[in-house]
């Protein structure tokens, strides 16, 4: 298994640029969330489905989508980048969606918003 | 908001002392999970503790949590150079999927 993959690994925008943030991950696990992780703090949850069709928003959202039309894929598209969207993206998955389970992480995704 | 707060921030020992790690919570939990990040990677789950547990281990690890106090520790014993790593907690609270609350980090540093 390759687990919970993230494409790209590193990326400048201008400010106002739109691009989307690939994760994907090959375990059928039914929970996929997106963090943001900024110097000296924790993640903190921008989005996150329960499956397949199913997503709401976490405790940052604005300024992102996202959609989840399979079980594997689930990206995150930022609208209009803006500089403080800078920041390392991690997505995660679980098997459970209700909580006491383990979350798998990707490696990142470190975006400069200029 | 942050749910939870590590102390210390960051923590420099030398290898085969042993790192303990603090984390208090605001709100009811019903999971405490703790997850290591090395420099430039993702997370790794180490180990959850769920509400009505005191105390579990690990191999190396040992996770306490105190709901009166709302507080846990992570202890690492004989810690090794290949152990530094930023720590994080995490919380999920009752109501809810799996939504975590990270804390904002321990930083430790294993010197050889």
């Known amino acids: 298994n390759a687990g919970v993959t993230q494409t790209p690994k590193f990326q400048v925008l201008k400010t106002g640029q739109s691009m989307t943030l690939q994760c994907a991950q090959d375990?059928?696990?039914?929970?996929m969330s997106w963090y943001r992780q900024d110097p000296g703090m924790g993640l903190r949850l921008i989005h996150y489905s329960v499956g397949a069709g199913i997503t709401d928003q976490g405790e940052v959202p604005n300024g992102y989508n996202v959609s989840r039309s399979t079980t594997e894929d689930f990206p995150l598209r930022l609208l209009s980048a803006a500089p403080s969207q800078t920041s390392v993206y991690f997505c995660?998955?679980?098997?459970?969606?209700?909580?006491?389970?383990?979350?798998?992480f990707g490696p990142g995704t470190r975006l400069t918003v200029l | 908001s942050q749910q939870g707060e590590e102390d210390p921030q960051a923590l420099s020992i030398q290898e085969g002392e042993n790192a303990t790690m603090n984390c208090s919570y605001k709100?009811?939990?019903?999971?405490l999970q703790w997850y290591r990040q090395n420099s430039g990677r993702g997370l790794v789950h180490l180990i959850l503790i769920r509400s009505n547990e005191r105390e579990k281990h690990s191999g190396r690890l040992r996770v306490t949590l105190d709901t009166s106090k709302k507080s846990s520790s992570l202890l690492i014993t004989a810690s090794r150079a290949a152990d530094t790593a930023s720590y994080f907690c995490a919380t999920d609270a009752r109501a809810g999927f799996q939504k975590l609350v990270f804390g904002t980090g321990t930083r430790l540093l294993v010197s050889p």
């Open positions: 709100t009811s939990i019903n999971n």
């Open positions: 995660a998955s679980s098997y459970s969606t209700s909580g006491g389970d383990t979350q798998y």
């Open positions: 375990m059928n696990h039914e929970y």
